[in-house]
């Protein structure tokens, strides 16, 4: 029981991990033990980032802009380069956009799912030769990033994420469904309102967004790591397919 939650001798590799959501796993693996290799579009802040995280533990930046096929099979390519397998996948790199209906644009909504629904499905079939190899002693795990505005419906006009990300935490169930069979755990975590560069508004006006949660604030970097720790070590290893709701309590307000 002491190791339950320990990721010591574990490698993750984590998309949007130099900021916001992706940071606050980041740091809370490398809290628990985990080598951390992060990616982000700009290779300046990944590298920052990293630098700075060295300070909890070893953290590596590989930037790569993963929206594209392409880039998500280079960013595979340059972590295989540095190791055999590869422990912990966290899908979590992702864009909004927000128009009204009648003038939403074509590049909004590719910009958004190639991002948030695309990406997370071929990066993961770019690393599964790791995964596997990982997933031949113990279970690897994959964790999607979703949000609540996956499963109950946000009153702004972001269609093209809304869609992306309800069709992600669908993506996961299929995804678990057929990776189980290679001990990878797939799983998912749907955040509610956290202070990031995309969710400004619980970052700029954190008392009236906190108003509108049950739990009466805003997530912090501790409520995002325990959920992604739970998921990524042995506690979550009997978690497959499941999106895991850390929101305060918004959810059941909007349903």
């Given amino acids: 029981m002491n190791d339950l939650f320990s990721l010591t001798g574990r490698t993750a590799l984590i998309t949007g991990g130099s900021r916001g959501i992706g940071r606050m796993i980041a740091e809370g693996f490398l809290a628990h033990g985990a080598r ?17 995280m060295c300070a909890l533990g070893p953290c590596v930046s590989l930037p790569a802009d993963v929206s594209t096929v392409g880039g998500a099979r280079a960013l595979a390519a340059a972590f295989a380069a540095r190791e055999q397998q590869l422990d912990i ?5 992702g864009a909004a956009w927000g128009a009204p209906f009648d003038e939403f644009p074509e590049s909004g909504w590719d910009k958004v799912v190639d991002l948030n629904l695309k990406a997370p499905f071929f990066l993961t079939q770019a690393l599964s030769a790791q995964l596997r190899l990982a997933g031949a002693t ?25 869609a992306s990300k309800a069709g992600l935490i669908h993506l996961t169930r299929r995804m678990a469904l057929r990776l189980i069979q290679d001990n990878i755990v797939v799983s ?12 400004r508004d619980a970052r700029d006006n954190a008392a009236e967004v906190s108003a509108r949660i049950p739990a009466g604030r805003v997530g912090t970097s501790e409520d995002m790591a325990g959920a992604a720790i739970y998921l ?24």
């Fill in 138 to 162: 113990r279970p690897a795990k994959v964790i999607n990033i979703a949000s609540i505005d996956g499963i109950a419906v946000n009153p702004l006009e972001t269609y093209s994420y809304a």
């Fill in 89 to 93: 996948l966290v899908n979590n790199a």
């Fill in 188 to 199: 998912a975590i749907a955040p509610g309102a956290f202070a990031s560069d995309m969710n």
């Fill in 232 to 255: 990524a070590s042995r506690a979550g290893d009997y978690v497959v397919g499941a999106t895991l709701v850390v929101d305060g309590g918004v959810m059941h307000v909007r349903s």
């Fill in 36 to 52: 951390v290799y992060i990616s982000a579009r700009k290779a300046a802040a990944c590298d920052e980032a990293a630098a700075e």
